[in-house]
């Protein structure tokens, strides 16, 4: 079975910074998908970035890039010029691509990030 | 919006008590996941259906069942309800089987008291 650990249970930081979600995961299968879902207050879940393990590149969407260190397993998003509408709770999902009959995604608990003003 | 749709948005009941969730996938999506996010397990995945199967069970308790309809839409019915069941029930739809796309309903909102 695998597993996601997100070790940052709440991040602060001020308005235009930058800020590192850490992710690391474990399973022992080489062909997956990771992805950063946001959940703000209204509660829907939001894909911001996905990552394909067999793609070296790191992926990138405007303000979100991710550090993919297959090795490591380890999946940091790093938010740039932070903004208030960040604020939210992150996730870490994880999904075995089995070529049929797909369990579905494995989270990790979540990171509370906060944007101050 | 996308275009996946859950109703109710919001169930009171009591324990002991059976209710049914319903989710509409995206036009076309032919497989339903259901994930359901609480305070103690956090999120986690309940039950796959494709195109009216069942693919892939999860961390689903047995008073927990569900079916995926001819229109492909599906309800999770949840019965002998408990306290514990409280909960943000979400199911995601997906084009096919083991496709990694996956896109989120608004979710359900149980109140077990």
């Given at each position: ?97 089995s070529g049929g009959g797909a369990d579905g995604l494995t989270f990790g608990k979540g990171t509370h990030l906060i944007i101050q003003? | ?63 927990f069942s569900a079916q995926q309809f001819p229109d492909l839409h599906s309800e999770l019915n949840l019965s002998s309800l408990e ?31």
């Amino acid at each position: 079975a695998q597993t996601v650990t997100q070790s940052q249970p709440e991040m602060s930081v001020q308005e235009a910074e930058t800020v590192t979600l850490s992710c690391t995961y474990d399973t022992s299968e080489s062909n997956y998908y990771l992805f950063w879902y946001k959940q703000p207050p209204s509660r829907q879940m939001i894909l911001v970035i996905r990552q394909e393990a067999y793609k070296q590149q790191n992926a990138t969407e405007n303000r979100f890039s991710v550090n993919f260190q297959k090795a490591a397993k380890s999946f940091s998003l790093k938010i740039s010029d932070s903004q208030l509408g960040d604020t939210a709770m992150y996730f870490c999902a994880f999904f075995l691509y089995s070529g049929g009959g797909a369990d579905g995604l494995t989270f990790g608990k979540g990171t509370h990030l906060i944007i101050q003003p | 919006d996308s275009g996946v749709t859950q109703t109710p948005k919001h169930l009171i009941t009591a324990t002991g008590q059976r209710v049914t969730l319903r989710c509409s996938p995206r036009s076309g999506d032919l497989s339903v996941y259901w994930y359901q996010q609480s305070l103690d397990q956090g999120l986690q995945f309940l039950i796959h259906y494709y195109n009216g199967e069942e693919r892939a069970k999860g961390n689903i308790l047995e008073r927990f069942s569900a079916q995926q309809f001819p229109d492909l839409h599906s309800e999770l019915n949840l019965s002998s309800l408990e306290l514990g069941d409280s909960a943000l029930y979400f199911c995601a739809s997906s084009p096919w089987d083991s496709s990694y796309e996956q896109y989120f309903g608004p979710g359900t909102r149980l109140t077990v008291t």
